[in-house]
C-alpha cells in the first residue's frame, strides 16, 4: 500500500513507459489508491507514446488532457528507459562504443525525459502541490563513478539528470509548488537488468515502485536525486 497523502484526495497520476516492469508497478500501485481518482499509463506499445518522438508525445499529451477534461496531473512518473537498444550490450571498453549505439542511448535515456517535461508538466496546476520522478540509474553520477564501462548507458543518464535538474529550476519558476526528482530504483528483477545481477543486491518492481512512491510523496525541495533506499546520490 502506497501513501500518497501529500497530494490531493482524488489526484490523477500518469505513468510514463508503463508496460515496463517498474513503470507496471507503479501503475498498479497508484491504481490500488483509494485517493487517485485517475492512474493513467502510457506506453509505446500500447499507445504509440514514442519518448523519443516530439510528435508521439504531443498527441498523447494532447489525449490525456482530454481525459482530464479540465483537471490536472498532480503525479507524473516517467519510467521509460533501456539499457539494451536494438541488441546493443553495455560497452565493457571504449573499442566498443559506436555512434548509432551511444545515440540511440541518448534519444531514449535522455531526450525522453526531456519529451515528457516539454509535453506533461504544462498539465500539472500552477499552484498547489505536484510531483514528477524520472527514472534514472545511479551510474549516470559522474562523482560516484569509479568503475568506468558502459559509456554510452552512464552518458545519456548523466545527461537524464541534468535534463531533470535544468527543468526543476524552470518549473520553480512556473509551478512554485512543484517538486522534480531524478529517481535511482535500485537493481529491479525486470528484463532490462537480466543478465546484470549477479552480485548485487536485487529486488522486486513492486518494492522498487512504494519505495520510489513514498519518496515522491514526502520530498520537499525539488531538483534533487535520490536513490530508492532514501540515500542522496551525488551528481
Not at 490523477?12 to 490500488?32: H, K, M, N, P, T
Request: charged fraction near 20%; hydrophobic fraction near 45%.
Amino acid at each position: 500500500m502506497i501513501n500518497m497523502t501529500s497530494l490531493p484526495e482524488g489526484y490523477r497520476a500518469l505513468v510514463i513507459g508503463a508496460s515496463g516492469g517498474i513503470g507496471a508497478a507503479c501503475l498498479a500501485a497508484l491504481q490500488s489508491d483509494p485517493r487517485c481518482a485517475d492512474a493513467i499509463g502510457l506506453s509505446r506499445s500500447a499507445d504509440g507514446a514514442d519518448v523519443t518522438s516530439d510528435a508521439a508525445m504531443a498527441r498523447a499529451a494532447q489525449a490525456v488532457a482530454a481525459r482530464l477534461d479540465g483537471g490536472a496531473l498532480h503525479l507524473i512518473v516517467h519510467a521509460a528507459g533501456a539499457l539494451i537498444i536494438d541488441g546493443s550490450q553495455p560497452e565493457k571498453a571504449l573499442s566498443r562504443v559506436t555512434p548509432e549505439g551511444m545515440a540511440a542511448q541518448f534519444s531514449l535515456n535522455a531526450i525522453g525525459p526531456a519529451m515528457t517535461f516539454k509535453h506533461f508538466a504544462p498539465l500539472m496546476p500552477r499552484r498547489g502541490r505536484a510531483l514528477i520522478g524520472v527514472l534514472t540509474a545511479r551510474v549516470g553520477s559522474i562523482a560516484d563513478n569509479r568503475l568506468g564501462g558502459w559509456l554510452s548507458y552512464r552518458t545519456a543518464k548523466a545527461a537524464a539528470n541534468q535534463v531533470i535538474r535544468t527543468a526543476a529550476v524552470e518549473l520553480s519558476r512556473t509551478r512554485p509548488d512543484a517538486v522534480a526528482l531524478a529517481l535511482h530504483p535500485g537493481t529491479v528483477r525486470t528484463g532490462l537488468t537480466s543478465g546484470y545481477q549477479d552480485g548485487r543486491a536485487v529486488i522486486e518492481p513492486e518494492e522498487s515502485a512504494r519505495r520510489m512512491l513514498g519518496i515522491l510523496a514526502g520530498a520537499t525541495e525539488t531538483g534533487r536525486f535520490i536513490a530508492h533506499d532514501g540515500e542522496e546520490v551525488m551528481w
